[in-house]
Each structure stands twice: as structure tokens, then as C-alpha cells.
């Protein structure tokens, strides 16, 4: 079993000692202390995954040691001890965010099925956290945290689908930054991965919320703009050319494509951003060409 920490907070010592043993038993890491703001302070050292607390301490209530618990530690759950004539109090705890309680006198059965629901809520909201982050690794670039180059061929798709569905337009830019493999040779590696994230920053700010901006591959970005035709994306186009001259020690290069104009589908509309990007290349670099 993976280690589990609990902790209980309990001025009654044998309710606390009756406590710590069934847990202990389970094999269970048991914190035990009478003082709420000493359990709030080992927060700093140590991952709870369980409290336990008298609803009624004078020190401090169920209600509020909930809440101070989840300023700390959202994914904590809180268990209050209560005796039956006081459970309108231990039902206000729980409104505040308590997982549930568990009645006085003390039963062991009772506490065990409480605190094994407790704990499956607590590594199942775990595993759904981790697995919403490996989700989004799945589809960010490492190094400049945009959208990588996978996610971007599933946008692609999105915008295709959508344009099939309605009579509009979206347009697609192909970047290069200008003699990026001089500048990594020149200045080094560190540098130019450093040059490579605040690229993705200027080009973050000149687009729009609606608008995705990904890492191609190397020193290539594109940028997918929704519903907006080849004039409009050819004044983009300048302004995230005169940015780059602006705040970066670099030039970049940019093709253009619109479809459905230019490509009836991915593929197709990416070979004509492409060979934009190229002719904007070999005809001086530092400049826009769009798809003819």
C-alpha cells in the first residue's frame, strides 16, 4: 500500500488514542496532536490526505478548520467527529467542504469505512489531476509551452470540419525564423532556446484569444487564424514581423495560406503556406508572401 498520511486533531486523548490505533492497525502514518494551528503547521512538511477533527473544539470549529485545511491543501479531506446530539453542527462543517463524520462514541467499524471512502475520493481526485496533466504535456511543446506539432494536424482538422459545416474562412501561417542554425551555432544552444521561447511570446501577444500559435518543429511556428481571410492575415502577418524586428535579436520569414481558397484540406493548405513561406525565404527573408 502506498504510504497514507493522517492526521488527527483531537483535545479528547482517548477518543484521539482510540483513533490513531485503528488507523495504525491498517497501516495508516498517524499524526496526532490536541493543537489545531500545530496540525495546520505540519501542512509545510508533510501530504495529508486525511483530517480528522472534533467538530466542537474550542480552539477552533469543524467549519473553520475545514476551510483553513483547503487553503492549504484543496484536495485534503476533512472528517469531523460529533457526538448524534450535535450533528446539525457536523452537517455546517460539511457544507463548508468536509468530506463527512463520524459519531461518538467511537465505533472501529465506523471508522474504517469512513475514512476508506474518505481516502478513495482523495486518490481518485489525484489520479484525475494527474492524468488532466499528462494531457496536457500530451499536446504543449516542451521547450515554449505552445501547442506542439500534434495538436496542431487535430486543429487542422477542427477548422476543416467547422468550415463544412459553415461558409467561412480561416488562414494559416507558416514562420521561420531567419538563420536560426547561424545564430544556435554563433551564440549556443542555451541562447538559442532562448530566442526560440520569447519568439512564441511575441507571437502569443499579437494574436488573438480565438487563435492557436504552435511549435512546427525547430525554428518553425505556425499559427492558425480562425475566420479570417487572406487580407486580413496579410496585416497580421506584418504586425508579428514588425514585433519580432522590434523585441527580438532576429527576423523571421512568413508564408501564407487561406482556406478554403488555397487547400481543400490539411495537407493541401499547409504545401501552399509552405511554398509561401519558401518564396518569402528566397526572395530576401524578413517578409510575408502569401499562396498565389
Not at 120 to 128: A, C, D, G, I, P
Not at 247 to 257: E, F, M, P
Request: negative net charge; glycine residues 6%; aromatic residues 10%.
Amino acid at each position: 500500500m502506498a504510504e497514507i498520511n493522517i492526521l488527527i486533531i483531537e483535545d479528547d486523548q482517548e477518543s484521539a488514542a482510540a483513533l490513531e490505533r485503528t488507523l495504525k492497525e491498517v497501516g495508516y502514518n498517524v499524526w496526532t496532536t490536541e493543537n489545531p494551528k500545530e496540525g495546520l503547521e505540519w501542512f509545510k512538511d508533510t501530504n495529508f490526505a486525511l483530517v480528522i477533527s472534533e467538530t466542537r473544539s474550542a480552539r477552533m470549529n469543524g467549519i473553520e478548520l475545514t476551510r483553513n485545511v483547503h487553503k492549504i491543501s484543496p484536495d485534503t479531506n476533512v472528517i469531523v467527529l460529533t457526538f448524534y446530539s450535535f450533528i446539525a453542527q457536523a452537517i455546517e462543517a460539511m457544507e463548508a467542504g468536509a468530506y463527512g463524520y463520524i459519531t461518538k462514541p467511537l465505533n472501529t467499524s465506523e471508522i474504517r469505512i469512513v475514512v476508506e471512502r474518505a481516502l478513495e475520493r482523495y486518490f481518485l481526485l489525484s489520479v484525475n489531476v494527474e492524468k488532466d496533466y499528462y494531457a496536457e504535456m500530451a499536446v504543449l511543446d516542451g521547450l515554449t509551452g505552445l501547442y506542439n506539432r500534434r495538436y496542431f494536424n487535430e486543429l487542422m482538422i477542427l477548422e476543416f470540419s467547422r468550415l463544412k459545416r459553415a461558409d467561412d474562412v480561416f488562414s494559416l501561417l507558416m514562420i521561420d525564423i531567419d538563420n536560426f542554425k547561424t545564430y544556435n551555432d554563433t551564440k549556443g544552444h542555451p541562447a538559442g532556446d532562448k530566442l526560440l521561447k520569447e519568439a512564441a511570446q511575441v507571437f502569443q501577444g499579437v494574436v488573438r484569444e480565438v487563435d492557436s500559435v504552435c511549435r512546427y518543429g525547430g525554428e518553425e511556428f505556425v499559427v492558425i487564424l480562425s475566420r479570417t481571410d487572406k487580407e486580413e492575415t496579410q496585416v497580421v502577418a506584418e504586425r508579428l514581423r514588425a514585433q519580432v524586428n522590434l523585441y527580438l535579436a532576429a527576423t523571421v520569414s512568413i508564408g501564407i495560406a487561406c482556406a478554403p481558397q488555397d487547400g481543400k484540406n490539411s495537407q493541401e493548405l499547409i504545401e501552399k503556406a509552405d511554398t509561401a513561406l519558401y518564396e518569402a525565404k528566397r526572395t530576401g527573408k524578413n517578409k510575408f508572401c502569401a499562396a498565389k
